[in-house]
């Protein structure tokens, strides 16, 4: 594998999840995230280190928006599950005033 190819998978794939996690398809941010660690691991085998400073700086940006992605992914958790709490204590409350 070729470090452009492996940059191009990573970037589009991280798109992908953006969209997906934008949509609330966390099915889909699963499904993209093994992607993306299958292709780490697939360029972890293939690509042999060379001490290029350009690709580590890349590499380092790709796990930056890695962990970007995710602590988006978790505040839209939490916001969804506040949501949820809040519904149903509003149902709750209705039950007992009928």
């Known amino acids: 594998m070729e470090k452009e190819h492996f940059f191009t ?13 934008a949509m609330h398809n966390f099915e889909l941010v699963e499904k993209y995230d093994r992607d993306r660690r299958n292709l780490i691991l697939k360029a972890k085998e293939e690509i042999v280190p060379d001490g290029n ?4 700086n890349a590499l380092l940006k790709c796990s930056h928006d ?29 039950k007992r005033s009928s």
């Open 66 to 94: 890695n962990l970007d992605a995710i602590s988006h992914l978790q505040s839209e958790i939490r916001s969804m599950s506040r949501s949820q709490v809040n519904a149903l204590k509003a149902m709750e409350k209705y």
């Open 9 to 21: 998978g990573f970037s589009a794939l991280s798109e992908k999840i953006d969209t997906a996690i």
């Open 53 to 56: 400073t350009e690709f580590l």
